[in-house]
T-cell receptor, first 112, second 113 residues
Framework: DVKVTQSSRYLVKRTGEKVFLECVQDMDHENMFWYRQDPGLGLRLIYFSYDVKMKEKGDIPEGYSVSREKKERFSLILESASTNQTSMYLC???????????FGSGTRLTVV | GESVGLHLPTLSVQEGDNSIINCAYS??????FIWYKQESGKGPQFIID?????DKRQGQRVTVLLNKTVKHLSLQIAATQPGDSAVYFC????????????FGQGTELSVKP
């Protein structure tokens, strides 16, 4: 089975901190995605990547950046964390563009 | 605008009964649909998918039906068990959006013993 691993299940950070959320997949998937999930708003796409060193903005990229230096790793960066970025963050990967996603277990980030 | 929506936000069923979770989509260009299950505190888990050239697909205790005429997708769970309690999301994909999935809001299924 494909495994998508997010490095932290729970994180608490202070306002203004730079935050790194790490995601690693172990099945050589081309595509990787970062979503945030909030009650009543569902899953919203932040950034995605179809190849190494490639990134594209999703629906809500403001306040975030990403890095994909290696195929298996896709990092989400909060340059200066704010309280409105408190959320559940989900990483996903897919083999190709016509395949479904495999999700990680999520990172629940609280910004205080 | 385009959206993938669910008819009901919550669904409560008796253990052993069949469950039907519905989803409406607005774009007839969508060609791939997926159902995910998300248990509390976990990431979404793939259940079953269907492509637009099919009307029905069956898995273990689950069936997905696609009605392209009315742009409707449903997930049927046979003999619902307490372990089926979760939030269920439908998602659609359109080729012209580079393979991105668009998710519905989710339906919370509660199974009563």
């Amino acid at each position: 089975d494909v495994k998508v691993t997010q490095s932290s299940r729970y994180l608490v950070k202070r306002t203004g901190e730079k935050v790194f959320l790490e995601c690693v997949q172990d099945m050589d998937h081309e595509n990787m995605f970062w979503y945030r999930q909030d009650p009543g708003l569902g899953l919203r796409l932040i950034y995605f990547s179809y190849d190494v060193k490639m990134k594209e903005k999703g629906d809500i990229p403001e306040g975030y950046s990403v890095s994909r230096e290696k195929k298996e790793r896709f990092s989400l960066i909060l340059e200066s964390a704010s309280t409105n970025q408190t959320s559940m963050y989900l990483c996903a990967s897919s083999l190709a563009r016509d395949h479904g996603y495999t999700f990680g277990s999520g990172t629940r980030l609280t910004v205080v | 605008g385009e959206s993938v929506g669910l008819h009901l936000p919550t669904l409560s069923v008796q253990e052993g009964d069949n469950s039907i979770i519905n989803c409406a989509y607005s774009n007839s260009a969508s060609d791939y649909f997926i159902w995910y299950k998300q248990e509390s505190g976990k990431g979404p888990q793939f259940i079953i998918d269907i492509r637009s050239n099919m009307d029905k697909r069956q898995g273990q205790r689950v069936t997905v039906l696609l009605n392209k005429t009315v742009k409707h997708l449903s997930l049927q769970i046979a003999a619902t068990q307490p372990g089926d309690s979760a939030v269920y999301f439908c998602a659609e994909k359109k080729d012209n959006q580079g393979g991105k999935l668009i998710f519905g809001q989710g339906t919370e299924l509660s199974v009563k013993p």
